[in-house]
């Protein structure tokens, strides 16, 4: 059992990674899902570890929808915007992220030109769309490897005292 939740425990963690750049795949609550794994596995995990972490997790699932929108207002997206560049997003994610980010940035602008928004503006609120977007991925990115390298370091902790 606990050779699969290992291996379990790793590709959520691998998921969780991969969902931080993909929009609608949410990648810190797959790698709670593996630290869940640690706390069947190993019995040094504390409920106040797994509860810690549990917070991160949906603290920074909930930015992750609130930013991104947050800053396109603050640089004055309209509503069309906002849903012209989270359209062009998903659209972009097909070619790269790059395609992503520049799918958000020329929806937007797009979008908000279609509102009646002069270019300028239309460019400024579709710039602070992406630096929200870009924010939100770096925190994602930043607590998933996080919460990955606390996976491991506990797996191959455990592996290496059952082993030896």
Not at 69 to 87: E, N, Q, R, S, W
């Amino acid at each position: 059992m606990d050779i699969f939740l290992i291996i379990l425990g790793a590709i959520l963690s691998f998921i969780g990674i991969v969902g931080c750049i993909i929009p609608g795949l949410p990648g810190p609550p797959f790698n709670f899902l593996a630290m869940l794994c640690l706390l069947k596995i190993d019995d040094s995990i504390s409920s106040a570890f797994i509860i810690f972490w549990l917070i991160v997790t949906i603290l920074v699932t909930i930015l992750d929808y609130f930013i991104p929108v947050l800053f396109a207002k603050k640089y004055g997206a309209t509503k069309l915007g906002i849903v012209f560049g989270i359209c062009a997003m998903l659209i972009g994610m097909f070619f790269s992220p790059v395609g992503m980010i520049a799918g958000l940035i020329i929806g937007s602008i797009v979008g908000d030109v279609v509102a009646g928004k002069d270019i300028n503006g239309a460019i400024r609120s579709g710039l602070g769309g992406a630096v929200g977007t870009l924010l939100t991925i770096g925190l994602k990115i930043f607590v998933s490897v996080w919460m990955t390298a606390i996976f491991f370091r506990t797996t191959i902790s455990y592996v290496s005292e059952v082993l030896y």
